[in-house]
């Protein structure tokens, strides 16, 4: 906000008679933008405001005229070594698509330069966002898709172009507030989900050393391997929410994982952009969570080894240069935080481990289970906020079971307490398999494990 710019009459309050409420406007990012600031209502204010209202104008002029002068230089020095037409694109064509890369590369540099000054001004130089890929990266789509015959994938190109200009080269990652924060989510995830305690002490570690530090926060690649119903999936979803990161989540136990993280081969015509692509460049942050889960089961392809991008995304130096192959776009994977489950690590190559920290986790105890099971009965009852919360002895009677077979088991008991009339849960809505035994019993006559 370095210039200001009156634009209404000041309005005077009375609890201030000696000040005015000015409507002023500041020269920002190539446009003038307004604000209300309650100033001296002296004549020396007003000659300052109208000199800085002078300034500001002539800024912006200066700024349009600056824009216009580098778009023709691009557009004269391209139309100059203009490269032969593509046999499969007709002359006029490629010259529309010529003009429209230059143009592009002119307003990408402009858009970078302004990101750029704002983000060093902003908290004395720890802004909250960090570049994720060289300002020029997002032509590379426009350039294929001039010389690409293939019309679904030259219009996939150009949608792709389109949502990266608009999101810019920086993205947002934890600021000191936001770290603060996490700190307070860490300690509440401890409470209902202390058999974590050893990742959790991992993470609030790093946390305090960016604090110190003063950057951004990175967390080492973490595996965690368990029985199965120990509740892995579930808490790295809840250490997501945690620290305020959008989570994007592949199993590997599914049929299309070969080119699930870095993309598919462009010369296919089905061809997609990989899960690290999606969750960096098209999304508004840096640093989401990955989540892999059951990465043990990859053993079950003989054809391809969908682990091996993993080789490179998580070492940090190699992770800082990463390329999409179906969009050609290479982009910084180095601030994702990598969570990856197993149930067995017989079935993980030892390269692989090498590149985490491995955390065992043990089923939770008897006290453990409860507090667990009304963590999840929290999270379930936030869906129907019309019904009662759930009495702890229907929690107890369902600590035994995983966090995802609680959570079908409630889902079910708030239906049948819904076709009955109720808008509480009682012992009967809950099902019997879930329970493991007869409905009639009492808590007391069950065990957790």
Same mark, same amino acid.
């Given at each position: 906000?370095?210039?200001?710019?009156?634009?209404?009459?000041?309005?005077?309050? %009375?609890?201030?008679?000696?000040?005015?409420?000015?409507?002023?406007?500041?020269?920002?990012?190539?446009?003038?933008?307004?604000? @209300?600031?309650?100033?001296?209502?002296?004549?020396?204010?007003?000659?300052?405001?109208?000199?800085?209202?002078?300034?500001?104008?002539?800024?912006?002029?200066?700024?349009?005229?600056?824009?216009?002068?580098?778009?023709?230089?691009?557009?004269?020095?391209?139309?100059?070594?203009?490269?032969?037409?593509?046999?499969?694109?007709?002359?006029? @064509? %490629?010259?529309?698509?010529?003009?429209?890369?230059?143009?592009?590369?002119?307003?990408?540099?402009?858009?970078?330069?302004?990101?750029?000054?704002?983000?060093?001004?902003?908290?004395?130089?720890?802004?909250?966002?960090?570049?994720?890929?060289?300002?020029?990266?997002?032509?590379?789509?426009?350039?294929?898709?001039?010389?690409?015959?293939?019309?679904?994938? +030259?219009?996939?190109?150009?949608?792709?172009?389109?949502?990266?200009?608009?999101?810019?080269?920086?993205?947002?990652?934890? +600021?000191?507030?936001?770290?603060?924060?996490?700190?307070?989510?860490? @300690?509440?995830?401890?409470?209902?989900?202390?058999?974590?305690?050893?990742?959790?002490?991992?993470?609030?570690?790093?946390?305090?050393?960016?604090?110190?530090?003063?950057?951004?926060?990175?967390?080492?690649?973490?595996?965690?391997?368990?029985?199965?119903?120990?509740? %892995?999936?579930?808490?790295?979803?809840?250490?997501?929410?945690?620290?305020?990161?959008?989570?994007?989540?592949?199993?590997?136990?599914?049929?299309?994982?070969?080119?699930?993280?870095?993309? =598919?081969?462009?010369?296919?015509?089905?061809?997609?952009?990989?899960?690290?692509?999606?969750?960096?460049?098209?999304?508004?942050?840096?640093?989401?969570?990955?989540?892999?889960?059951?990465?043990? @089961?990859?053993?079950?392809?003989? =054809?391809?080894?969908?682990?091996?991008?993993?080789?490179?995304?998580?070492?940090?130096?190699?992770?800082?240069?990463?390329?999409?192959?179906?969009?050609?776009?290479?982009?910084?994977?180095?601030?994702?935080?990598?969570?990856?489950?197993?149930?067995?690590?017989?079935?993980?190559?030892?390269?692989?481990?090498? *590149?985490?920290?491995?955390?065992?986790?043990?089923?939770?105890?008897?006290?453990?289970?409860?507090?667990?099971?009304?963590?999840?009965? =929290?999270?379930?009852? +936030?869906?129907?906020?019309?019904?009662?919360?759930?009495?702890?002895?229907?929690?107890?009677?369902?600590?035994?079971?995983?966090?995802?077979?609680?959570?079908?088991?409630?889902?079910?008991?708030?239906?049948?307490?819904?076709?009955?009339?109720?808008?509480?849960?009682?012992?009967?809505?809950?099902?019997?398999?879930?329970?493991?035994?007869?409905?009639?019993?009492?808590?007391?006559? *069950?065990?957790?494990?």
């Amino acid at each position: 906000m370095r210039k200001y710019i009156p634009r209404v009459p000041p309005s005077y309050d %009375k609890k201030f008679p000696d000040f005015a409420l000015r409507d002023v406007e500041y020269f920002n990012d190539g446009a003038a933008r307004s604000f @209300k600031l309650l100033l001296p209502a002296t004549e020396q204010v007003d000659q300052l405001l109208l000199q800085c209202a002078s300034d500001a104008r002539n800024r912006e002029a200066e700024f349009a005229e600056e824009r216009a002068r580098k778009i023709d230089e691009e557009r004269a020095a391209r139309h100059a070594s203009k490269p032969e037409p593509s046999p499969f694109i007709s002359p006029r @064509k %490629k010259d529309a698509d010529q003009y429209s890369v230059i143009d592009a590369r002119a307003e990408l540099r402009l858009q970078f330069d302004f990101q750029r000054e704002q983000a060093a001004d902003f908290e004395q130089g720890w802004s909250g966002k960090v570049q994720v890929y060289a300002w020029e990266e997002p032509v590379k789509l426009l350039a294929q898709a001039s010389s690409n015959p293939d019309r679904q994938l +030259r219009d996939r190109d150009r949608v792709l172009f389109d949502q990266l200009k608009a999101l810019g080269a920086f993205r947002q990652v934890s +600021r000191s507030q936001d770290l603060q924060l996490a700190l307070d989510g860490l @300690k509440a995830l401890r409470d209902t989900q202390p058999h974590f305690g050893e990742v959790i002490d991992l993470i609030e570690g790093q946390v305090l050393l960016a604090l110190e530090l003063g950057q951004p926060l990175r967390i080492p690649p973490i595996l965690i391997a368990g029985a199965p119903g120990v509740g %892995k999936t579930h808490f790295t979803l809840d250490l997501a929410r945690c620290l305020a990161r959008p989570i994007y989540r592949h199993s590997f136990d599914a049929a299309h994982t070969s080119d699930a993280l870095t993309g =598919s081969d462009r010369h296919w015509a089905n061809t997609e952009v990989g899960l690290v692509f999606r969750g960096v460049c098209l999304g508004k942050r840096a640093d989401p969570v990955i989540l892999m889960d059951e990465i043990d @089961k990859t053993s079950n392809y003989r =054809s391809t080894n969908p682990l091996a991008p993993l080789h490179s995304l998580l070492e940090p130096v190699t992770a800082c240069a990463v390329v999409d192959i179906s969009s050609g776009i290479q982009f910084d994977a180095s601030h994702v935080l990598w969570v990856a489950t197993a149930n067995d690590l017989a079935g993980v190559p030892e390269p692989i481990q090498s *590149r985490f920290r491995i955390f065992h986790i043990q089923s939770p105890s008897a006290e453990q289970a409860i507090v667990l099971a009304q963590n999840v009965a =929290s999270a379930v009852h +936030r869906r129907y906020p019309g019904f009662e919360a759930p009495p702890r002895r229907l929690i107890v009677l369902l600590a035994h079971a995983t966090p995802r077979e609680q959570i079908q088991a409630l889902e079910q008991a708030y239906a049948r307490a819904l076709v009955n009339g109720r808008r509480y849960l009682v012992h009967q809505d809950l099902p019997v398999d879930v329970l493991g035994g007869d409905p009639g019993e009492t808590s007391d006559d *069950r065990c957790l494990h």
